[in-house]
């Protein structure tokens, strides 16, 4: 199948075939024809599928041979809104607009928190066709008049899982209320807990169900190995990985943001160009990490969860959990971030005695053993240290978590927004603390 087949117009064809994409991936072959159709849908699909074409590229097409609905006004205010749970996401979203639709004549722009205001309201001011936004700071616009939505023929809610996670659904409600009734909905969730089908239920009619991973599946084509190590070893053995392997672009995992900074410096003095990227980080920082990155100059990207959340960095080939997330679905979504759209990613977990609890946990939900494999100068069995978590990891994590001890309270602390399912949020605490 080729995007021809899928009813889209010549820009936007073009504007695929210059990303280099030959085929549309399953998510896109699915639901494009239903989006230029112009039902509601919701896509059960996750990060990597290409999910962002997916409902960008019928977007474009809709809007640009849309005509105003009769009544609307006719002055350019936002036909399409994206909503995103993240800044990173936002952004990434946004330039997939821009980049898919440059052949049309067609204006977006993207608002996010942690930014000046104004330039945005500028923005607003001058018209925009597309608005990709996360729901804080969309809302603080919506409060100062400085955007109107009463011209939405297209609701898009991207990782509306993650939404909810965050705490937005209060946002989420009070943004619906600003919208036309009339319109086309998407939501798009890797996973499809009661919280999404009740707001599935409230937004979307009649809607196509479309999926196309299943629930929790690590991405296929992810080679995934564990490395046991003793804590103490866990960098002169990540930096050692890094050299012999020759590994050019290597996303890291740290628990902590304290963690991630303190690893970022080590492994500049071990002469491996680094940067930590965390919710501490001020937006320009965070962006700045990000390109340095992508272009090379930045060999290693250490990161918290939260961080990378939207990080689409194409085709990147390793990633390494410098320390095994506390949430084992986290460990779905870290690993997501290679093998994307198809290319081959291998993961490699730096696992401690300690950490054997955790990755019982994550083994369980992937209904797999991980394979194991020992770096020389490294050997350790895990059977010759006591398993302080014995008789069930999972359970041993989450009276770790009730005690509001290790991770957990650093999760806490992680104020961009780490989402910790286990955990009721004090939603409405949550949602100003991780506004976009
Ligand atoms: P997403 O799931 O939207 O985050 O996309 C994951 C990655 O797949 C991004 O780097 C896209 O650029 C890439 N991608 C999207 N569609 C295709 C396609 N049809 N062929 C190859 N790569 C794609």
């Given at each position: 199948m080729s995007f021809n087949d899928l009813g889209l117009c010549a820009e936007l064809t073009r504007a695929v075939t210059a990303k280099g994409y030959t085929q549309p991936t399953q998510i896109q072959a699915k639901a494009i024809p239903v989006i230029l159709s112009g039902r509601d849908l919701m896509g059960g699909s996750q990060t990597g599928t290409g999910k962002t074409a997916a409902f960008t590229l019928p977007m474009l097409q809709r809007l640009s041979k849309g005509q105003p609905v009769p009544g609307r006004k006719t002055r350019r205010i936002p036909r399409a809104l994206i909503l995103t749970p993240t800044r990173e996401l936002a952004a990434q979203v946004g330039d997939s607009v821009r980049n898919y639709g440059k052949g049309l004549k067609l204006y977006s722009t993207v608002i996010f928190g942690g930014v000046g205001i104004n330039p945005q309201i500028d923005q607003l001011r001058k018209g925009v066709d597309i608005l990709v936004a996360t729901p804080g700071r969309l809302l603080d616009h919506a409060n100062q008049g400085t955007?109107?939505?009463?011209?939405?023929d297209i609701l898009i809610l991207d990782e509306a899982d993650r939404m909810l996670d965050m705490g937005f659904i209060h946002d989420i409600r009070r943004v619906l209320k600003l919208l036309p009734s009339k319109r086309q909905n998407l939501l798009f969730s890797a996973t499809y807990s009661n919280e999404i089908k009740d707001l599935a239920d409230g937004i979307l009619h009649k809607p196509e169900l479309i999926e196309v991973a299943r629930r929790n599946t690590a991405a296929e084509k992810v080679t995934q190995v564990v490395h046991p190590v003793a804590k103490s070893d866990k960098r002169k053995m990540l930096s050692r990985l890094i050299h012999e392997r020759e590994w050019n672009q290597v996303l890291v995992f740290t628990r902590t943001k304290h963690g991630a900074n303190r690893l970022s410096k080590q492994l500049e003095t071990d002469g491996i160009t680094s940067m930590a990227i965390h919710g501490n980080k001020s937006q320009s920082a965070r962006t700045n990490a990000l390109a340095g990155f992508k272009t090379g100059k930045v060999r290693v990207l250490v990161a918290t969860d939260v961080a990378s959340r939207g990080i689409d960095i194409s085709c990147l080939p390793y990633v390494v959990n410098f320390e095994l997330p506390n949430v084992p679905e986290d460990y779905v979504h870290r690993i997501g971030?290679?093998?994307?759209?198809g290319e081959e990613g291998s993961a490699h977990s730096l696992v401690s005695s300690d950490e054997r609890g955790l990755l019982r946990d994550i083994e369980r939900l992937l209904k797999k053993e991980i394979p194991t494999e020992k770096i020389e100068g490294f050997e350790m069995n895990f059977q010759d240290v006591p398993d302080k978590n014995q008789g069930g990891g999972r359970r041993g994590n989450r009276g770790q978590r009730q005690r509001g001890g290790g991770g957990g309270q650093n999760r806490r602390n992680d104020r961009s927004g780490a989402p910790n399912k286990r955990r009721r949020p004090n939603r409405r605490r949550q949602a100003t603390a991780s506004r976009g």
């Open positions: 955007v109107d939505l009463s011209g939405i971030r290679t093998g994307r759209a």
